[in-house]
């Protein structure tokens, strides 16, 4: 059965500084890959994705994520976080083919000034 | 841009009564779903829905729950006598391809007393 791990609950970061946001996930055939953000009180919205062809994969505010096969792993990283990047972040996986999208229990992520 | 609208975004009812929480998804997907989630928790998979049938549905979706599109636009939750545990957040999706990018409206706070 599919599952996604997202170790860290909390991640508390200063601005402008680096932050990686980590995701594993189990599955023994092929998966697409998700991350969602969630802002104060709204609904999740796409981050990026990864389908298929390069592993790295880029949002247009500068995250980006890198799906690694050997690893199940697809952890979402910026080289320099604002504060309007505070807001929880969702790993989410699905087999190609299939309905049922798996999250993961979500990381909040806090920029501090 | 399109986008997934709930209603309402909030409702307070007693234990044991019937609630429906309606969406509108976007108009030229084909695949919609509801999730929900409890207040600091993850975001759980409930039912996906395509060609005017249920397509894969979790063990939270029991017999209290149904959806349905009574028509070319609305995609409903009925909850039938509802429990104090219902109380969460109950976010729409829709998409427009199977395994695709899941849009989701902004979510229908539901409360019970």
């Known amino acids: 059965a599919q599952s996604v791990t997202q170790l860290d609950s909390q991640v508390p970061v200063f601005e402008e500084a680096p932050v990686e946001l980590r995701c594993n996930y189990s599955s023994s055939v092929s998966v697409y890959l998700f991350w969602y953000v969630q802002y104060p009180n709204q609904g999740l919205q796409l981050l990026l994705k990864y389908l298929s062809g390069s592993t790295l994969v880029e949002s247009i505010n500068g995250f980006e994520a890198e799906f690694n096969k050997s690893q199940t792993s697809f952890h979402l990283r910026k080289p320099s976080v604002h504060i309007s990047d505070t807001a929880e972040y969702f790993c989410a996986v699905i087999l190609s083919g299939t309905y049922k999208y798996i999250f993961g229990t979500g990381t909040r992520l806090k920029v501090l000034a | 841009e399109p986008e997934v609208t709930q209603t309402p975004s909030h409702q307070v009812t007693q234990m044991g009564q019937e609630v429906i929480l309606r969406c509108v998804p976007i108009?030229?997907?084909?695949?919609f779903y509801w999730y929900r989630q409890i207040l600091g928790q993850k975001v759980e998979f409930l039912v996906s829905f395509y060609n005017n049938e249920i397509s894969e549905k979790s063990e939270i979706f029991d017999d209290q729950f149904s959806v349905e599109r009574p028509d070319g636009s609305n995609f409903t939750l009925k909850i039938r006598s509802t429990k104090l545990e219902d109380s969460a957040m109950y976010f729409c999706?829709?998409?427009?391809?199977?395994?695709?990018?899941?849009?989701f409206g902004e979510g229908s706070r539901l409360t019970v007393l």
């Open positions: 108009s030229n997907h084909l695949y």
């Open positions: 999706a829709s998409s427009y391809r199977v395994s695709g990018e899941l849009f």
